[in-house]
C-alpha cells in the first residue's frame, strides 16, 4: 500500500515481515531483518494492538474510537502506510508457507498477496546454449564435457524450477513465456546474438546465467524495454527512464575489454569468440547456482525491480563474496542503437561554448570539473569485469608521494602494449598529480583516451589520392615532420629503434589512402587529415605503412573545451621539448625556492632521502605559452638514471607543477637501480641506455644555463582567465600569429561520454626524433640562443625517449 487506506474488506496490520514490540512508555519497536523503526507517542502505542491482522478498516476505526478520533486512526494509518509498515491481509485462512511468502515479498517492497498472484500466472521458458562445435583447433575433449555439462545443468534449472512452483513452459511454447533464463558456458558465446535479437524483436525479456566454474553469473536482465519493467505496477528502483536495455552485442563488447591477452590469443590463431574452457564444476556449487538463478527470476517475476538487475552479478563461490558489475547500453551498437552517431559527430563542426573552470583546492585549476567531481561522473568506467579500465592502481614502487597510479598498458604501444608496466616509463595509461586524487584521475582520463583513439569501424572515412583532394587536404609530411634524409636511411634507423622513433615509408600522393575530416578552429572549416595519422591502428588500412599515429596532441577533459586546450597545451610543450632537445641549448633555470610552494619543498626533501637532485628548465619557445622541463638525478653512484618530465600551462606555476609530477610519475623503475647497472625495471633498450649512460656532464644542456638568472614567479606575464573557451580562443590567437591553423578531430566515443579530441597544428614538432627543415632550426635563432640554424648533422643524435 502506497497510500491512506480506504474503506476496504481487507485486514489491515503491520506488514507481514515485522516483528513487533513494545516498551511500555518508551516507544513500539518494527524490527526486521534490515532496519528498526522506532514509533512514539501515546496515540500510535494505543493503536498498535489493534494492528494484529484480524481487523478491517471499520472495525480498527470503531475499536480504537474510545482513544482516538476516527480522524487520528486514519492519520495515522496513512503514515505507516506511506512508510511501507502497514499491509493488506487476505481475508480467510493462509497457509504458513504462503505467510512466509507474504512476509519475504514485504521485505523486498512488495504487497504479499499482488506478487503471489502475478507469480502464480507467470510463466518461464529455460533453455541452454552450449559451445559451439568444437572444431580441431578449439579441442574437441573440452567441447563436449562443457556440452554436456550444460545440458546437464539445463535439465537440473528446469527440476529446480519446477520444484518451487514456478511453471515451466516446454520448448513449443517459449514464445509465451513471461521470462527466457538462458544457461550458457560463456557470456560470449556468439549464439546468444541471435537469441537476444529475437528477443529484443518480441519484447520479451530474457536472463543470462553461467553456473559453471568457481563463480556464478547472473544478469543482467535484458531483451524488454525498461518500460515493460514497471507496467505491471510493481514499483521498485529501475532507473531506466524509458530507455532501452543494452543488448548481447553492447555486452560482449564491455567484456572483451577485460579480456585483452585471451583476444589476442585468438586472433593470433586465427579464431573468433571466446577460448574454449574445460568443464569444472562441483555438485554443490552447480545446485547453488541454478537455486540462485531459480530466486533471481522468481523475484522478477513476482514484480521485484532494482537497479542491480541491469548489472552483471557474479558470486565467487569459494569466498562467497559478491559483486556488481554495470552493463550499459552503446548508444552507437550496430545491433540497438545508432551507428551513424560517431560519423555525425566527426562529420558535424565543432562547436565549443563558454565554460567556467572550477576552482581545485589542490592546485590543479583550469579544468572543468574537480578531480572528485570527474570522478564521481567517470568512475564507473573502472571495473575489473565490464570496465573501459580493469583497474586503476598505485604503482607500489617508491614513496606513496610519487603518486604514480597506472590504469593498464598503454594501447598506443600496439601489440607490444600486453607487456607488462615494467617494459619501459610510457608502457602503461598512467597519471601524475600533486595529489593521490589527481594521479588517479590522471590516470583514467589517459586510459580512456586512448581506447578512444583506436578505430572501431563507424569512423567516417574517405578514399582518395591526395591529388584529387585540392586544398582540403593537409599533407602528412607536414604533421610527420621527417626530412628526406631520414626516409632514406629508414631500414638502418628502424632496426635500432623502438616503434616510437621508427620512420614510415614516404608518402605516395599518387596512392588511394584513408582520409578522415577534421575541424579547423582556426579557419572554421573541415579538412582532411590521412586517417593513419590519427587512429592508433588507422595505419596499413591499406596496406601501407606511410604515417604513424601517436598520442601527441591526444587529450580528455571534462569538457570538449577542457580536453582541446589540454590537447593544444601539450603540442606547444612537446615542440617546445622537441627544439630544445636536439639542438641542446642552454636553457635558464627555474628557482624552485621563490615559489614558496610547500608541494615542491616536499618533493625536493622526498628526492633527497631516493639520494636524488631535481632540478627544473623554462623552455618556452617563441609561442609564449609557458613550457617547463623538470629533471631528477642520481648522485650516489656513476649511473645517473636521470628522469624527465615536462609541462606546458598558460599558468607558470601548473606549468612547473605538471613538469616536477611527471617526474615523480617516470620514477618508479629506475628506483631500484644499483650500481653494478642492474636492477632497472626497463627493457626498452634506449632508454636503459640512457639510464646507464647519460650524464649531465656529458648532456650539459640539461643543466641550467648558469650565464642567465634563473627563471622567478612572474616573469611570464599570465592572463588569468575564468573560461576555459577564452583559453582556447587565446590558443587560436597564437597558432594564427604563427601563421598555423588548429586543427581538432572530436574522438569522443558516445558510450563512453568523456569528451576526447586529437589537436593537431601543422609544423608543431613532436618530440620525437622528426628533422625536417622549420621549426627545430628557426625557433634558436628567432629567440636568439643561436646566430644560424643549427645543421642537420649536429642535431643531438639521442632521440628523446619518453
Same mark, same amino acid.
Given at each position: 500500500?502506497?497510500?491512506?487506506?480506504?474503506?476496504?474488506?481487507?485486514?489491515?496490520?503491520?506488514?507481514?515481515?515485522?516483528?513487533?514490540?513494545?516498551?511500555?512508555?518508551?516507544?513500539?519497536?518494527?524490527?526486521?531483518?534490515?532496519?528498526?523503526?522506532? $514509533?512514539?507517542?501515546?496515540?500510535?502505542?494505543?493503536?498498535?494492538?489493534?494492528?494484529?491482522?484480524?481487523?478491517?478498516?471499520?472495525?480498527?476505526?470503531?475499536?480504537?474510537?474510545?482513544?482516538?478520533?476516527?480522524?487520528?486512526?486514519?492519520?495515522?494509518?496513512?503514515?505507516?502506510?506511506?512508510?511501507?509498515?502497514?499491509?493488506?491481509?487476505?481475508?480467510?485462512?493462509?497457509?504458513?508457507?504462503?505467510?512466509?511468502?507474504?512476509?519475504?515479498?514485504?521485505?523486498?517492497?512488495?504487497?504479499?498477496?499482488?506478487?503471489?498472484?502475478?507469480?502464480?500466472?507467470?510463466?518461464?521458458?529455460?533453455?541452454?546454449?552450449?559451445?559451439?562445435?568444437?572444431?580441431?583447433?578449439?579441442?574437441?575433449?573440452?567441447?563436449?564435457?562443457?556440452?554436456?555439462?550444460?545440458?546437464?545443468?539445463?535439465?537440473?534449472?528446469?527440476?529446480?524450477?519446477?520444484?518451487?512452483?514456478?511453471?515451466?513452459?516446454?520448448?513449443?511454447?517459449?514464445?509465451?513465456?513471461?521470462?527466457?533464463?538462458?544457461?550458457?558456458?560463456?557470456?560470449?558465446?556468439?549464439?546468444?546474438?541471435?537469441?537476444?535479437?529475437?528477443?529484443?524483436?518480441?519484447?520479451?525479456?530474457?536472463?543470462?546465467?553461467?553456473?559453471?566454474?568457481?563463480?556464478?553469473?547472473?544478469?543482467?536482465?535484458?531483451?524488454?524495454?525498461?518500460?515493460?519493467?514497471?507496467?505491471?505496477?510493481?514499483?521498485?528502483?529501475?532507473?531506466?527512464?524509458?530507455?532501452?536495455?543494452?543488448?548481447?552485442?553492447?555486452?560482449?563488447?564491455?567484456?572483451?575489454?577485460?579480456?585483452?591477452?585471451?583476444?589476442?590469443?585468438?586472433?593470433?590463431?586465427?579464431?573468433?569468440?571466446?577460448?574454449?574452457?574445460?568443464?569444472?564444476?562441483?555438485?554443490?556449487?552447480?545446485?547453488?547456482?541454478?537455486?540462485?538463478?531459480? $530466486?533471481?527470476?522468481?523475484?522478477?517475476?513476482?514484480?521485484?525491480?532494482?537497479?542491480?538487475?541491469?548489472?552483471?552479478?557474479?558470486?565467487?563461490?569459494?569466498?562467497?563474496?559478491?559483486?556488481?558489475?554495470?552493463?550499459?547500453?552503446?548508444?552507437?551498437?550496430?545491433?540497438?542503437?545508432?551507428?551513424?552517431?560517431?560519423?555525425?559527430?566527426?562529420?558535424?563542426?565543432?562547436?565549443?561554448?563558454?565554460?567556467?573552470?572550477?576552482?581545485?583546492?589542490?592546485?590543479?585549476?583550469?579544468?572543468?570539473?574537480?578531480?572528485?567531481?570527474? $570522478?564521481?561522473?567517470?568512475?564507473?568506467?573502472?571495473?575489473?569485469?565490464?570496465?573501459?579500465?580493469?583497474?586503476?592502481?598505485?604503482?607500489?614502487?617508491?614513496?606513496?608521494?610519487?603518486?604514480?597510479?597506472?590504469?593498464?598498458?598503454?594501447?598506443?604501444?600496439?601489440?607490444?602494449?600486453?607487456?607488462?608496466?615494467?617494459?619501459?616509463?610510457?608502457?602503461?595509461?598512467?597519471?601524475?598529480?600533486?595529489?593521490?586524487?589527481?594521479?588517479?584521475?590522471?590516470?583514467?582520463?589517459?586510459?580512456?583516451?586512448?581506447?578512444?583513439?583506436?578505430?572501431?569501424?563507424?569512423?567516417?572515412?574517405?578514399?582518395?589520392?591526395?591529388?584529387?583532394?585540392?586544398?582540403?587536404?593537409?599533407?602528412?609530411?607536414?604533421?610527420?615532420?621527417?626530412?628526406?634524409?631520414?626516409?632514406?636511411?629508414?631500414?638502418?634507423?628502424?632496426?635500432?629503434?623502438?616503434?616510437?622513433?621508427?620512420?614510415?615509408?614516404? @608518402?605516395?600522393?599518387?596512392?588511394?589512402?584513408?582520409?578522415?575530416?577534421?575541424?579547423?578552429?582556426?579557419?572554421?572549416?573541415?579538412?582532411?587529415?590521412?586517417?593513419?595519422?590519427?587512429?592508433?591502428?588507422?595505419?596499413?588500412?591499406?596496406?601501407?605503412?606511410?604515417?604513424?599515429?601517436?598520442?601527441?596532441?591526444?587529450?580528455?577533459?571534462?569538457?570538449?573545451?577542457?580536453?582541446?586546450?589540454?590537447? @593544444?597545451?601539450?603540442?606547444?610543450?612537446?615542440?617546445?621539448?622537441?627544439?630544445?632537445?636536439?639542438?641542446?641549448?642552454?636553457?635558464?633555470?627555474?628557482?624552485?625556492?621563490?615559489?614558496?610552494?610547500?608541494?615542491?619543498?616536499?618533493?625536493?626533501?622526498?628526492?633527497?632521502?631516493?639520494?636524488?637532485?631535481?632540478?627544473?628548465?623554462?623552455?618556452?619557445?617563441?609561442?609564449?605559452?609557458?613550457?617547463?622541463?623538470?629533471?631528477?638525478?642520481?648522485?650516489?653512484?656513476?649511473?645517473?638514471?636521470?628522469?624527465?618530465? @615536462?609541462?606546458?600551462?598558460?599558468?607558470?606555476?601548473?606549468?612547473?607543477?605538471?613538469?616536477?609530477?611527471?617526474?615523480?610519475?617516470?620514477?618508479?623503475?629506475?628506483?631500484?637501480?644499483?650500481?653494478?647497472?642492474?636492477?632497472?625495471?626497463?627493457?626498452?633498450?634506449?632508454?636503459?641506455?640512457?639510464?646507464?649512460?647519460?650524464?649531465?656532464?656529458?648532456?650539459?644542456?640539461?643543466?641550467?644555463?648558469?650565464?642567465?638568472?634563473?627563471?622567478?614567479?612572474?616573469?611570464?606575464?599570465?592572463?588569468?582567465?575564468?573560461?576555459?573557451?577564452?583559453?582556447?580562443?587565446?590558443?587560436?590567437?597564437?597558432?594564427?600569429?604563427?601563421?598555423?591553423?588548429?586543427?581538432?578531430?572530436?574522438?569522443?566515443?558516445?558510450?563512453?561520454?568523456?569528451?576526447?579530441?586529437?589537436?593537431?597544428?601543422?609544423?608543431?614538432?613532436?618530440?620525437?626524433?622528426?628533422?625536417?627543415?622549420?621549426?627545430?632550426?628557426?625557433?634558436?635563432?628567432?629567440?636568439?640562443?643561436?646566430?644560424?640554424?643549427?645543421?642537420?648533422?649536429?642535431?643531438?643524435?639521442?632521440?628523446?625517449?619518453?
Amino acid at each position: 500500500m502506497t497510500a491512506a487506506p480506504a474503506d476496504s474488506a481487507a485486514l489491515l496490520g503491520f506488514a507481514p515481515h515485522l516483528s513487533v514490540e513494545t516498551v511500555p512508555g518508551e516507544a513500539v519497536y518494527l524490527i526486521s531483518d534490515q532496519r528498526v523503526t522506532a $514509533l512514539h507517542g501515546e496515540q500510535i502505542a494505543r493503536l498498535t494492538p489493534l494492528l494484529d491482522g484480524t481487523r478491517r478498516l471499520e472495525e480498527l476505526l470503531t475499536e480504537s474510537a474510545a482513544a482516538l478520533a476516527p480522524e487520528q486512526t486514519r492519520g495515522l494509518l496513512g503514515r505507516l502506510s506511506r512508510a511501507g509498515l502497514l499491509a493488506e491481509r487476505p481475508a480467510g485462512a493462509v497457509s504458513t508457507r504462503a505467510a512466509a511468502e507474504y512476509a519475504y515479498w514485504a521485505e523486498a517492497g512488495l504487497d504479499g498477496a499482488p506478487a503471489a498472484r502475478r507469480l502464480a500466472n507467470a510463466s518461464v521458458h529455460i533453455t541452454a546454449v552450449g559451445p559451439a562445435a568444437a572444431g580441431p583447433s578449439a579441442g574437441s575433449a573440452s567441447g563436449s564435457s562443457a556440452a554436456g555439462s550444460n545440458a546437464a545443468g539445463s535439465a537440473a534449472l528446469r527440476a529446480a524450477a519446477e520444484a518451487t512452483g514456478l511453471r515451466v513452459v516446454p520448448e513449443h511454447l517459449a514464445d509465451t513465456a513471461d521470462l527466457t533464463v538462458v544457461l550458457c558456458d560463456s557470456y560470449l558465446n556468439p549464439a546468444l546474438r541471435a537469441l537476444d535479437a529475437g528477443h529484443r524483436a518480441a519484447g520479451r525479456p530474457w536472463l543470462p546465467v553461467r553456473a559453471e566454474g568457481t563463480s556464478t553469473w547472473i544478469g543482467p536482465f535484458m531483451g524488454a524495454r525498461a518500460e515493460a519493467d514497471e507496467e505491471d505496477g510493481a514499483g521498485g528502483e529501475d532507473g531506466a527512464e524509458g530507455t532501452a536495455r543494452p543488448c548481447w552485442s553492447c555486452m560482449a563488447v564491455q567484456l572483451w575489454r577485460s579480456r585483452q591477452a585471451e583476444a589476442h590469443v585468438q586472433r593470433a590463431l586465427g579464431r573468433s569468440g571466446p577460448l574454449p574452457r574445460p568443464a569444472r564444476a562441483l555438485p554443490a556449487g552447480l545446485l547453488a547456482s541454478l537455486h540462485l538463478a531459480v $530466486l533471481e527470476a522468481t523475484q522478477w517475476l513476482a514484480g521485484h525491480r532494482h537497479s542491480g538487475q541491469r548489472d552483471l552479478r557474479i558470486l565467487d563461490g569459494l569466498t562467497l563474496t559478491g559483486d556488481r558489475h554495470p552493463v550499459r547500453r552503446r548508444p552507437q551498437c550496430a545491433d540497438c542503437g545508432d551507428p551513424g552517431l560517431v560519423e555525425a559527430r566527426v562529420s558535424a563542426p565543432l562547436v565549443l561554448a563558454p565554460r567556467a573552470k572550477v576552482p581545485d583546492p589542490d592546485g590543479g585549476g583550469h579544468r572543468a570539473l574537480t578531480p572528485s567531481a570527474f $570522478l564521481d561522473r567517470y568512475g564507473h568506467l573502472v571495473d575489473p569485469v565490464t570496465g573501459l579500465v580493469k583497474e586503476v592502481r598505485r604503482d607500489p614502487r617508491g614513496p606513496a608521494f610519487l603518486n604514480s597510479f597506472h590504469a593498464g598498458h598503454n594501447p598506443a604501444a600496439g601489440a607490444a602494449g600486453l607487456a607488462s608496466l615494467r617494459s619501459g616509463l610510457r608502457s602503461t595509461s598512467s597519471g601524475k598529480g600533486a595529489t593521490a586524487l589527481q594521479a588517479r584521475v590522471g590516470a583514467l582520463a589517459e586510459a580512456v583516451e586512448r581506447h578512444s583513439g583506436h578505430l572501431q569501424g563507424d569512423e567516417p572515412l574517405r578514399l582518395a589520392r591526395y591529388r584529387d583532394l585540392g586544398p582540403d587536404a593537409v599533407h602528412p609530411d607536414a604533421v610527420q615532420l621527417f626530412d628526406p634524409r631520414q626516409f632514406a636511411g629508414r631500414e638502418t634507423w628502424n632496426r635500432s629503434h623502438n616503434s616510437f622513433q621508427h620512420v614510415p615509408e614516404p @608518402f605516395d600522393e599518387d596512392a588511394p589512402v584513408e582520409w578522415t575530416p577534421v575541424w579547423s578552429l582556426t579557419a572554421g572549416r573541415h579538412r582532411l587529415l590521412p586517417t593513419a595519422l590519427l587512429y592508433y591502428n588507422g595505419a596499413g588500412l591499406t596496406g601501407r605503412r606511410y604515417a604513424n599515429a601517436h598520442s601527441n596532441g591526444t587529450a580528455a577533459g571534462g569538457s570538449p573545451e577542457d580536453a582541446v586546450l589540454q590537447g @593544444f597545451l601539450e603540442l606547444v610543450e612537446r615542440d617546445a621539448v622537441a627544439v630544445w632537445w636536439y639542438n641542446r641549448t642552454r636553457r635558464p633555470g627555474i628557482d624552485l625556492a621563490a615559489h614558496e610552494d610547500p608541494w615542491i619543498a616536499e618533493l625536493q626533501s622526498v628526492h633527497r632521502s631516493l639520494r636524488r637532485e631535481v632540478w627544473a628548465l623554462d623552455l618556452t619557445s617563441d609561442l609564449g605559452v609557458p613550457v617547463v622541463a623538470a629533471l631528477s638525478r642520481r648522485v650516489d653512484k656513476p649511473a645517473e638514471d636521470i628522469v624527465l618530465g @615536462f609541462g606546458a600551462h598558460f599558468d607558470p606555476r601548473i606549468a612547473l607543477r605538471r613538469a616536477l609530477a611527471e617526474v615523480n610519475q617516470l620514477l618508479p623503475p629506475v628506483l631500484d637501480a644499483r650500481a653494478d647497472g642492474t636492477g632497472y625495471q626497463i627493457t626498452d633498450q634506449q632508454t636503459l641506455s640512457w639510464m646507464r649512460t647519460a650524464t649531465t656532464a656529458g648532456q650539459p644542456h640539461l643543466r641550467p644555463d648558469s650565464g642567465r638568472r634563473p627563471v622567478g614567479p612572474g616573469q611570464h606575464p599570465y592572463t588569468a582567465r575564468t573560461d576555459l573557451r577564452a583559453d582556447v580562443a587565446a590558443a587560436e590567437e597564437i597558432v594564427r600569429r604563427a601563421g598555423m591553423e588548429l586543427l581538432v578531430l572530436d574522438q569522443t566515443r558516445p558510450d563512453v561520454g568523456l569528451p576526447v579530441v586529437r589537436v593537431i597544428v601543422p609544423g608543431l614538432r613532436p618530440h620525437w626524433a622528426r628533422f625536417a627543415p622549420g621549426r627545430l632550426f628557426d625557433v634558436p635563432v628567432r629567440l636568439g640562443e643561436r646566430t644560424t640554424p643549427l645543421p642537420y648533422e649536429d642535431l643531438n643524435p639521442v632521440p628523446l625517449f619518453l
